[in-house]
Nanobody, 124 residues
C-alpha cells in the first residue's frame, strides 16, 4: 500500500485548505485516516473514513470545521479544512488499514501504512 499526501501550504487564520491522499489500493475497502503532528507533540488523530461504510469520525478539535470524503473512482481521500486556526499547524499524514476494526480507528498504532506527510502552517 502506498499513500501520497498533498495539498498543504501556508495560510492565514480563517482560511481553507484541502488535502489529498492518493492510495494505491481501493479506498472503498480501506480505512483511510488523517493524523497530524505538531513540533514537540505526539501524532494525533484528526479524521477517518471507515472502510465499507459512510461512517466518518472526527477529533473534537476539528469537528464542524473539517470534512473527510473519498472518491473511490480515483482512490483518493480528501480532507477539507475550513476556518483554520494557528493550532491546526502541523504535518498532516494520511494512513491506511484494510483490517482495523472501528473501535481502533483513532489509534496511531492501528495503521500499517503511512504517507509522507504534508505541512500545514496557519498564521494568526
Amino acid at each position: 500500500v502506498q499513500l501520497q499526501a498533498s495539498g498543504g501550504g501556508s495560510v492565514q487564520a480563517g482560511a481553507s485548505l484541502r488535502l489529498s491522499c492518493a492510495a494505491s489500493v481501493r479506498t472503498s475497502s480501506t480505512t483511510i485516516a488523517w493524523f497530524r503532528q505538531a513540533p514537540g507533540k505526539e501524532r494525533e488523530f484528526v479524521a477517518a473514513a471507515f472502510r465499507w461504510s459512510s461512517s466518518n469520525q472526527y477529533a473534537d478539535s476539528v469537528k464542524g470545521r473539517f470534512t473527510i470524503s473519498r472518491d473511490n473512482a480515483e482512490n483518493t481521500v480528501y480532507i477539507e479544512m475550513n476556518s483554520l486556526k494557528p493550532e491546526d499547524t502541523a504535518v498532516y499524514y494520511c494512513a491506511a488499514s484494510t483490517t482495523l476494526i472501528l473501535s481502533r480507528v483513532r489509534q496511531v498504532e492501528a495503521y500499517a501504512h503511512w504517507g509522507q506527510g504534508t505541512q500545514v502552517t496557519v498564521s494568526s
